[in-house]
């Protein structure tokens, strides 16, 4: 049905990763899906509960709940600085609405509502990830809670399930996923909790699901909002839930309490019949409707 999505799955299956025993003589593509595309395993990592992401120096150290240092990745460039963001076609976005903030005091908090979807009517393998995010203005990171739908690099399958994610470059770190059920309200929220210079320490997480909080210090700052369906080999209507999800109460303030006269945009897929709207604009109770 979607393009860019039969593209994307085209590289390898989760499946067959999973199941091809390492001893095998082929060449075993080394690639997992998390939000914004088929990415190398081995630059993958679930953040132990309770445990906390610190940008030290050009590394990002993963610490356990105890403080001690599990972990350290070196972040390298992907290539095309703004693939991972801004473009559907690389990277599954199918609809989404954003704001930049160009006002020169940093974003201080991002939340939104949402309820999980009906499960689909049809199973192709296909992967459904439902998101408020913020990234940095060069567009090559992300931190998000995310609820998902099918298989990813943190775990999932035929099931609702919610996660937070941060993403730098080629690196990604999650939280294990925590099943959640159709009709459940959500609460996915960022907030940035300190900051010394040109380093910004945020925190995310689903409010209302325990085991789903993520903390990183001296990360970039974040500036690009967004609420997003992200989707993966989805081959037919009935593979999207039915109907649509509000994102409501959705609300941005500023780093110095101010609350700033979004006008979001959006970014659709007409020909699948796909859309983002704005019922309610701004950055107080916003109300952004994405229909299946
Ligand atoms: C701290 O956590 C790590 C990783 O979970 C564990 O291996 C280590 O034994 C713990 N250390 C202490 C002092 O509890």
Redesign the pocket.
């Known amino acids: 049905m979607h393009a860019p999505a039969m593209r994307s799955v085209g590289i390898v299956t989760l499946a067959s990763i999973l199941l091809v025993p390492f001893t095998l003589a082929i060449p075993i593509v080394d690639q997992f899906l998390a939000p914004g595309g088929y990415r190398r395993g081995a630059n993958m990592m679930a953040v132990?509960l309770g445990g906390r992401l610190t940008h030290v120096g050009s590394d990002i150290h993963v610490m356990?709940a105890?403080g001690?240092v599990?972990h350290i990745a070196t972040p390298k460039p992907l290539g095309s600085p703004t693939a991972t963001a801004v473009s559907p076609e690389q990277t599954g976005w199918i609809t989404y609405a954003s704001w930049l903030n160009n006002l020169g005091v940093p974003i201080g908090s991002f939340g939104t509502n949402w309820i999980v979807p009906p499960v689909p009517a049809s199973q192709h393998g296909q992967t459904i990830f439902l998101f408020n995010s913020i990234e940095p203005g060069t567009f090559d990171g992300i931190m998000q809670p995310v609820l998902q739908y099918g298989p990813s690099a943190a775990g999932g399958g035929a099931f609702w399930a919610v996660a937070t994610w941060y993403l730098l470059q080629d690196q990604t770190f999650f939280t294990t996923p925590v099943k959640v059920n159709p009709g459940q309200n959500l609460r996915g929220a960022l907030s940035l909790v300190g900051s010394s210079g040109t380093t910004f320490n945020y925190h995310a997480g689903f409010t209302n699901v325990a085991g789903t909080e993520l903390d990183i210090n001296g990360s970039p700052q974040l500036e690009w909002a967004t609420l997003t369906l992200e989707a993966y080999g989805v081959t037919a209507a009935s593979d999207y839930p039915l109907g649509s999800t509000a994102f409501t109460s959705v609300g941005l303030e500023l780093e110095n309490g101010a609350r700033p006269a979004i006008s979001w945009s959006t970014v659709n897929d007409a020909p699948d019949g796909l859309s983002t709207t704005i019922n309610v604009g701004g950055s107080v109770n916003a109300v952004v409707t994405i229909k299946y």
């Open positions: 132990p356990s105890n001690t599990v």
